[in-house]
């Protein structure tokens, strides 16, 4: 990570992991039949991730603000799958699949531009889609080279309006997320949609002697047995 001063940062990220099997009797490679176990033996690979990431935080008394943007590139990706079409008794395995490239861009920022006012807003862009086709249990070959993964959004947007003065609080807010696909060949999808919601509250203090803040900045008292109310920042005991 490289810091221009207290309010700029830029980092960047690179790293290649590997996932390594699972030894246990009810998952991964070794949980299979015999011939299941015969099917893969010295044909599994472990799945290795590529992963490149590059940076920009900006930050001062009103604004956090940040960029990244990555690269992921999974190769021999692990699935499992059957040994053929039939059903019953046919337990699945492990195979490598081909391999999968996830590119995307994620923006944030937060801005408190008035007393106890904010405002936040996110988006983030991810293009992750299949590099290989593969065969499938009955011997043919799927082609999804190019397809957009299972279930992987291509956009998604928030943002979040909030006001709080320690006592009173509220916010109203949106969520936005694009098409997606839950078949391999994406043929089947599941359209987007937009969310809003909004809540607000009020924090009730309790009644007590000296005062301390918490870590949240809201103001607490002890508490004191009996009912009491206020008058003029004074507190009185109900006889």
Do not use: C
Request: net charge positive; charged share 20%.
């Amino acid at each position: 990570m490289y810091r221009f001063n207290k309010h700029h940062d830029v980092f960047a990220d690179f790293s290649r992991n590997m996932s390594a099997f699972t030894a246990s009797a009810s998952t991964g490679p070794f949980s299979t039949t015999q011939a299941g176990f015969a099917y893969i033996h010295n044909k599994l690979k472990p799945e290795t991730t590529n992963t490149e990431e590059i940076g920009y935080r900006f930050h001062n008394d009103s604004v956090q603000a940040s960029l990244t943007g990555y690269y992921v590139d999974f190769e021999n990706r692990l699935l499992a799958s059957s040994l053929s079409s039939v059903i019953v008794g046919n337990q699945n395995v492990l195979e490598n699949v081909g391999s999968v490239t996830s590119r995307g861009v994620e923006a944030a920022a937060t801005w408190r531009f008035f007393r106890n006012w904010s405002l936040y807003g996110a988006w983030s862009y991810n293009d992750a889609h299949y590099n290989d086709n593969i065969d499938n249990s009955e011997g043919s070959i799927l082609h999804i080279s190019g397809k957009q993964v299972v279930a992987a959004l291509r956009n998604i947007g928030n943002f979040k309006l909030a006001y709080d003065d320690g006592t009173i609080w509220g916010q109203f807010g949106g969520q936005y997320m694009s098409r997606r696909f839950y078949t391999d060949l994406n043929d089947s999808p599941l359209p987007g949609r937009v969310l809003f919601n909004q809540s607000a509250g009020d924090r009730f203090h309790r009644p007590g002697g000296s005062q301390r803040t918490g870590s949240s900045g809201q103001r607490r008292e002890p508490v004191r047995q009996g009912i009491y109310f206020k008058h003029r920042n004074h507190w009185f005991r109900e006889q």
